[in-house]
């Protein structure tokens, strides 16, 4: 949507002087400061919202939704960390606890052999056991399998972590996963930034300066990446900006961010389990406004095994460009945390088909949002 139709449907709107004073930076490419994005998250009307979202998508990449074809791959579910959040961790000897072999792993990239995959994405917990050198000979054998596909892997925790255990720093740890063939980072583990709310939330792992740097260093030796935020437990809408305002200005530095993903807390056997989750309107809204504050990150996903199907396809009304990949039911992050979707995947079809269905160009994209023409 032009900016000279947005103007003229808020001509005829009732909406406050701060709304159209907002609007008005918003439509002629201003950015809009913490404290008026603390205002739309607190007082902006959704329809004013999702009208800014969808003008500052549209400028960004027009009617296109992205998707990509992708397998996850995740290692173990035992981790030295205890966040209160998440359901997955196991410890050793539970039942349901997993650490699978370099074998067994690269026995599930076979799998996917004569495939279109274009990513394998990797993260897990934080085994005591596993180290930098394993995850080094993974995804160069990896490679040996399937040459062609893009690796996405380790969260910035699972890299400090790995570092640090080999005595390397993190630009050397991560030189090292570069040069066996590591191509970019995915967002996880940055949670939220407030260091008070972290430390309720998940006292033990990297701070969140520490997750900022490691991204920087990535960006710096050519590995780009994506960012998340943790939302919907008991952070504040302020909390919210201030972890937006660290990533647009390390983006304003590096320009390495390629997307940014708003993972909704899912409240199913973990230790918040006694906080509700957020309405969806809630989550809609949390969308618009990461939109327009982030003036800079090309790209906002919606990750639809988190989300399900239909409320990832209502997002796309909100400001959301991209709706990840296919997963072939690969991920058990999210099953365990009460997600509807039991066995996650989606055919490129069904993809295309939602995408479609909400008035928008389906585009299947690689790793790095380069379009994949199959016509
Ligand atoms: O860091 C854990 C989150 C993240 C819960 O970069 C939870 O393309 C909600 O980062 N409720 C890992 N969220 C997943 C992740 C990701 C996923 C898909 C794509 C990409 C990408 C990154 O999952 C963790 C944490 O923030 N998480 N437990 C929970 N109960
Ligand atoms: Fe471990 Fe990640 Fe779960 Fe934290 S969120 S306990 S780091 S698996």
Redesign the pocket.
């Known amino acids: 949507m032009k900016a000279k139709r947005v103007k003229e449907i808020l001509d005829k709107a009732f909406i406050s002087v701060k709304e159209r004073e907002i609007a008005n930076k918003v439509l002629e490419n201003k950015r809009i400061t913490p404290e008026e994005g603390v205002f739309l998250f607190e007082e902006a009307d959704l329809s004013l919202l999702s009208l800014l979202a969808i003008f500052v998508k549209e400028k960004n990449n027009g009617k296109n939704v992205f998707y990509n074809k992708n397998i996850h791959i995740e290692p173990t579910n035992i981790?030295v960390?205890?966040?209160k959040f998440?359901s997955?961790?196991r410890r050793f000897g539970d039942e349901d606890a997993w650490d699978y072999s370099i074998e067994e792993m690269l026995e599930l990239a076979q799998k996917y052999k004569d495939t279109d995959i274009t990513e394998v994405h990797i993260t897990g917990?934080?085994h005591p056991h596993y180290n930098l050198l394993n995850y080094c000979t993974l995804i160069k054998k990896l490679k040996n399998i399937l040459p062609n596909v893009h690796v996405k892997a380790f969260t910035a925790?699972e890299i400090d972590f790995m570092s640090k255990k080999a005595r390397l720093s993190n630009e050397e740890g991560l030189k090292r996963l570069k040069n066996c063939g590591l191509d970019s980072l995915p967002g996880g583990g940055a949670e939220i930034f407030d260091p008070e709310i972290r430390q309720q939330v998940?006292d033990e792992?990297s701070t969140g300066r520490l997750w900022l740097d490691i991204h920087k260093t990535a960006h710096n030796i050519g590995l780009p990446s994506n960012a998340t935020i943790l939302y919907g437990h008991i952070e504040t809408y302020k909390h919210r900006i201030d972890h937006l305002s660290k990533i647009r200005e390390l983006q304003d530095e590096t320009g390495g961010f390629n997307a940014f993903i708003p993972l909704k807390f899912r409240n199913k056997g973990n230790k918040l389990s006694h906080i509700p989750e957020i309405p969806i309107i809630e989550d809609m809204r949390n969308f618009a406004v990461t939109r327009i504050f982030l003036d800079n990150i090309p790209h906002l996903k919606a990750y639809w095994v988190m989300l399900g199907k239909k409320y990832a396809q209502m997002s796309l009304a909100y400001g959301v460009d991209d709706l990840d990949g296919t997963i072939d039911d690969s991920t058990k992050i999210y099953s365990m945390a009460g997600v509807e979707e039991d066995s996650p995947r989606m055919t490129a079809s069904e993809m295309v088909e939602i995408i479609k269905n909400a008035n928008f160009i389906p585009v299947e994209r690689d790793s790095v949002y380069n379009e994949i023409n199959n016509q």
């Open positions: 981790c960390y205890n966040c998440c997955f961790k917990g934080v925790v998940c792992k």
